[in-house]
């Protein structure tokens, strides 16, 4: 069993940045492909950003790319969400996720959640 713990997130004015870091626990990290997602109120939960398990293969929203850089350190167990020029339209719930070996872009492959952190951009 995988248990994630997310952490970075907070309140910051449109155009600024932040970091988020999701560290794992009780598993092989290095086996698991990692991804980030979102849940602004009132909408479902949608893809951000993933990472296979080699690091190889990186996927981007849109809405995010050129914006936002995802990376994992293995021998940390932990995979980090590089968030600039933030919007307020980024404001939401962000969730780590993790799957085994491949990267996708569907949130229903992910088998591990975490609690979420929340982003609020202030316009």
């Known amino acids: 069993q995988v248990q994630l713990v997310e952490s970075g997130g907070g309140l910051v004015q449109a155009g600024g940045s932040l970091r988020l870091s999701c560290a794992a626990s009780?598993?092989?990290?290095?086996?698991?492909?990692m991804g980030w997602f979102r849940q602004a109120p009132g909408k479902e939960r949608e893809f951000v950003a993933a990472?296979?398990?080699?690091?190889?293969?990186?996927y981007y929203a849109d809405s995010v790319k050129g914006r936002f850089t995802i990376s994992r350190d293995n021998a940390k167990n932990t995979v980090y969400l590089q968030m600039n020029n933030l919007k307020p339209e980024d404001t939401a719930v962000y969730y780590c996720?993790?799957?085994?070996?491949?990267?996708?872009?569907?949130?229903?492959?992910?088998?591990?959640w975490g609690q979420g952190t929340q982003v609020t951009v202030s316009s």
């Open positions: 996720a993790a799957k085994f070996w491949a990267a996708s872009r569907s949130r229903d492959d992910y088998n591990y």
């Open positions: 009780g598993g092989t990290f290095s086996i698991y492909a």
């Open positions: 990472i296979g398990w080699t690091g190889a293969s990186i």
